[in-house]
């Protein structure tokens, strides 16, 4: 059974594909806020990033060992696993500076990476851990739930994110994760 449902990893020919939709999703994006935003104007962005281009996104690999645990117990097929991917790509530095360069409409003024802590409630003592955990799982259902149900089916999804709140509450207790963030600053270029 494969271990992995990021793209970020051992299979050379999705990574590439994701770097290159990225690549077209983020330049279109560019594009399109050239549109609206008057010369001199400043946008502000800020993204999860990584460090190279084969992260290993221990964030998502955490989902994905709750749903490897699932197949284990017979609750999602494995044919349905094995076909699984995230559709995540964090792209590094480098590779935002070069899409802005390439697409041209924004003057880059600062791109800047920082470490941010996963626990967005550590400074919150009056937390508990679990309700840490079910916040950060909460905001892992948001974006993937859609994408989850469309592969798994639904009846998998409370379960799911149930054994993903415990194992997130065990990863907290044991170890403080950071991810890197991107913060970008241009001003659109005079038309």
């Known amino acids: 059974m494969k271990s992995n449902i990021c793209v970020t990893k051992g299979v050379p020919l999705i990574t590439k594909a994701y770097q290159e939709q990225f690549g077209d999703d983020f330049t279109l994006f560019l594009r399109s806020r050239a549109e609206e935003i008057v010369s001199g104007g400043r946008m502000v962005l800020t993204i ?3 460090t190279e281009a084969e992260d290993d996104m221990w964030d998502i690999q955490l989902l994905g060992m709750t749903l490897m645990d699932m197949v284990a117990e017979g609750l999602i097929p494995e044919e349905k696993f094995r076909r699984f991917y995230f559709p995540l790509h964090a792209p590094t530095a480098e ?3 070069k899409l802005i360069e390439a697409e041209g409409s924004f003057k880059l003024c600062k791109l800047e990476t920082f470490m941010l802590n996963w626990d967005v409630h550590a400074e919150q003592p009056t937390l508990d ?3 840490k955990a079910r916040f950060m799982a909460g905001t892992y259902r948001a974006g993937a739930e859609p994408l ?3 592969d ?3 009846s998998i999804v409370e ?3 149930e054994r993903f ?3 997130i509450e065990k990863e907290m207790a044991m170890k403080k994760y950071e991810y890197l963030n991107l913060v970008i600053s241009m001003i659109r270029k005079k038309q």
Do not use: M
């Open 48 to 50: 999860k990033g990584s």
């Open 95 to 97: 590779d935002v500076r």
């Open 129 to 131: 851990l679990h309700t």
């Open 148 to 150: 989850l149900i469309s």
């Open 152 to 154: 798994f089916g639904e």
């Open 159 to 161: 379960e799911l994110f």
């Open 165 to 167: 709140i415990g194992r």
